[in-house]
């Protein structure tokens, strides 16, 4: 299921992207149902990465413009990864992040953005983001994200221990 205004045609140059994310099914065998992905601001090239990896790993994937239409959208959907642009028209990532957390809403929000450099994923991670992705995306980089973020989502104690022993492995 993909939910947008524009429809995007991810043309016939990604036989390499379909190849990579045919095998992808784990997230499906562990969920019941699809897993819902939210995709925020995503450019044409970017959903269209995130739609070939939807239709591979049996994703709902919905798509909105603005962090307004994302928080309405979260509102009334759950979904546990969230997609979204670094900047968009009417905030960023940090404001998404906090009306979700704000009305007790829970999801993992991956930032997307050109400059994705050490200094965005250590804000990130420090206000509440899950995970940085460089744009244009890169498929197994969105399906190690996804996979990463759902296990999280499912799984919080879990997380927050792996993630304690890689900051004390960090030291």
Known sequence: MLTESKSVSCGAGNSARSR???????LEEKTKGPLAILAVGQDEQDRC?????????????SAVG?????????????APVVFCNRHLPDGGWRDLSEAAASRGLQANVIVTSRLADDHLWAEVLN??????LATPLNASEVLQAVESASRSWRYP???????????????
């Open 20 to 26: 990579l994310l045919a095998g992808s099914s784990r």
């Open 127 to 132: 206000l509440g983001g899950y995970d940085v």
């Open 157 to 171: 104690k879990a997380a927050a221990g792996q993630m304690e022993l890689a900051q004390h492995a960090a030291v």
């Open 66 to 78: 603005t962090i307004a239409e994302a928080t309405r959208f979260l509102e009334r959907n759950p």
């Open 49 to 61: 990465v995130l739609r070939l990896a939807s239709s591979r790993s049996g994703w709902a994937l």
